[in-house]
């Protein structure tokens, strides 16, 4: 069965603090997304990735194909950047899987 | 370009009556996806498209929804008829070759109210 398992489910932490979000697979992948959804919002792809490691403005992504994890980073965190954070893994096709979500809520 | 547009943003209705939700995906991209989001379930495909072709429909409820792609640039999900279970965010998505490669772009949802 594909899962994906991710972690933590919620997190608060304060403004300026270094965040990770991590999200593991239960078999091999194609690529993944991270995706960001705001509160009655809609959703957002921050990053694709298949391999290594991206990074836009404050948030890095990274994949470790081998071990089947994957995590996203955001320094100097931000209130703006409170959401839910979710890890979608192509298992081998075109359908995305989607993580529970990490709700991050930064406090100023 | 304007992003996935989606109509309507809202939408309250009573149950058993016909509700069509739709879609514009952008401009050039050859894959489309129906998404639906509920606390219980979080989100979930119900069906997607490929160059207006429905691929995969295993994620649709039942036989009360049905989703049609007439052209590139328009596409349609109905359910009919609506019971208060349907209550939920409905996504569109498109994207260029899969997605793989490529970000997928969702729409700002349609929120649905059976009661």
């Known amino acids: 069965k594909n899962e994906v398992e991710q972690s933590p489910q919620n997190l608060t932490a304060q403004e300026g603090e270094f965040i990770t979000i991590n999200c593991s697979y239960s078999v091999g992948i194609s690529a993944l997304h991270w995706l960001q959804q705001h509160p009655g919002g809609g959703i957002v792809s921050l990053f694709m990735?298949?391999?290594g490691k991206k990074k836009h403005g404050r948030l890095i992504a990274t994949i470790n194909i081998q071990e089947k994890h994957s995590s996203l980073h955001i320094t100097a965190s931000h209130p703006r950047d409170s959401a839910v954070y979710i890890c979608a893994p192509y298992f081998g096709n075109e359908k995305l899987t989607f993580g529970t979500g990490t709700r991050l809520t930064i406090i100023p | 370009d304007a992003g996935v547009i989606q109509s309507p943003r809202h939408e309250v209705t009573e149950m058993g009556q016909e509700v069509t939700l739709r879609c514009k995906p952008i401009s050039g991209h050859d894959y489309l996806f129906w998404y639906r989001q509920t606390m219980m379930r979080g989100l979930e495909l119900l069906i997607y498209f490929n160059n207006n072709v429905p691929i995969d429909d295993s994620g649709m409820p039942e036989d009360r929804f049905s989703a049609k792609m007439p052209n590139a640039s328009f596409s349609t999900l109905k359910i009919q008829p609506s019971e208060p279970r349907d209550s939920a965010v409905y996504f569109c998505?498109?994207?260029?070759?899969?997605?793989?490669?490529?970000?997928?772009?969702f729409g700002e949802g349609s929120w649905l109210t059976v009661v």
């Open positions: 990735l298949s391999s």
């Open positions: 998505a498109s994207s260029f070759d899969r997605g793989w490669g490529n970000t997928i772009y």
